[in-house]
């Protein structure tokens, strides 16, 4: 009666749960969990222990470890979910425009920098060739 363990870990990554990778030792996948949500690309992580028992022929799968990004795990939103529910009212609109506005701004503010600098360099070259 030979029983097989491996430790799945699953990362939630633009939207969706995907499996990152199986390991064979418990601490060493929990150990990769935990620096997979420690980097800016993934919101989440879970590590699942599947047991396989030859004599029964059975797979029995188990979270052993979840953590996301801000405290426990209990499901990452996918996008079209977060929008069906709806929200209370926090203000968030106007701090939007207001980055949005800020960052239009700057934008805007390189642009013109850019492009009179682009000026000035001609005006530059003109001056040395005909001046």
């Known amino acids: 009666?030979?029983?097989?363990?491996?430790?799945?870990?699953?990362?939630?990554?633009?939207?969706?749960?995907?499996?990152?990778?199986?390991h064979d030792d418990k601490n060493m996948a929990i150990h990769q969990s935990r620096m997979l949500v420690a980097?800016?690309?993934?919101?989440?992580v879970r590590v699942i222990e599947e047991s396989y028992d030859d004599a029964t022929d059975q797979t029995m799968s188990k979270i052993i470890y979840k953590e996301k990004k801000g405290g426990p795990d209990d499901k990452p939103k996918k996008a079209e979910e977060s929008k069906a529910k709806p929200?209370?009212?926090?203000?968030?609109?106007?701090?939007?425009?207001?980055?949005?506005?800020?960052?239009?701004?700057?934008?805007?503010?390189?642009?013109?920098?850019?492009?009179?600098?682009?000026?000035?360099?001609?005006?530059?070259?003109?001056i040395t060739k005909f001046g």
């Open 87 to 126: 929200k209370a009212k926090t203000g968030t609109k106007k701090k939007k425009k207001k980055e949005n506005f800020t960052r239009n701004m700057l934008i805007l503010m390189l642009s013109i920098g850019g492009i009179s600098l682009g000026l000035l360099a001609l005006v530059a070259i003109l």
């Open 1 to 22: 009666m030979a029983r097989n363990v491996s430790f799945e870990i699953y990362s939630f990554k633009n939207g969706n749960w995907m499996l990152d990778s199986v």
């Open 39 to 44: 980097s800016p690309h993934h919101i989440a």
